[in-house]
């Protein structure tokens, strides 16, 4: 079993940064990847970026060039870098954790962007 607790969200102007953190419990054996999805009100979850063990990042095309996925094993750690923030990036956003083959989700972090 893994939990995951997520934090960082917050309301952000246009143009704006974030910074979301997820950290898991327990060890990091047997973590196959590491990513951040989000659902905005009225939309399917969608995929925003992901890091497997070992491999090299995968972004969604609306996010490329403004958000940076990185992991700190020591910790357990994944994160979120957003700048440029857009009104379009409100959602909620939800850690994933693959472990085992197996997923795990965090609670969600509110993410909104307002002037």
């Known amino acids: 079993q893994v939990q995951l607790v997520e934090s960082g969200g917050g309301l952000v102007q246009p143009g704006g940064s974030l910074r979301l953190s997820c950290a898991a419990s327990g060890s990091n054996v047997g973590i196959n990847a590491m990513g951040w999805y989000r659902q905005a009100p009225g939309k399917q979850r969608e995929l925003v970026a992901t890091?497997?063990?070992?491999?090299?990042?995968n972004y969604a095309d609306s996010v490329k060039g403004r958000f940076t996925i990185s992991r700190d094993n020591a910790k357990n750690t994944v994160y979120l870098q957003m700048n440029s923030l857009k009104p379009e990036d409100t959602a909620v956003y939800y850690c994933?954790?693959?472990?085992?083959?197996?997923?795990?989700w965090g609670q969600g972090t509110q993410v909104t962007v307002s002037s």
């Open positions: 890091i497997p063990t070992g491999g090299s990042a």
């Open positions: 994933r954790v693959t472990r085992f083959l197996l997923d795990y």
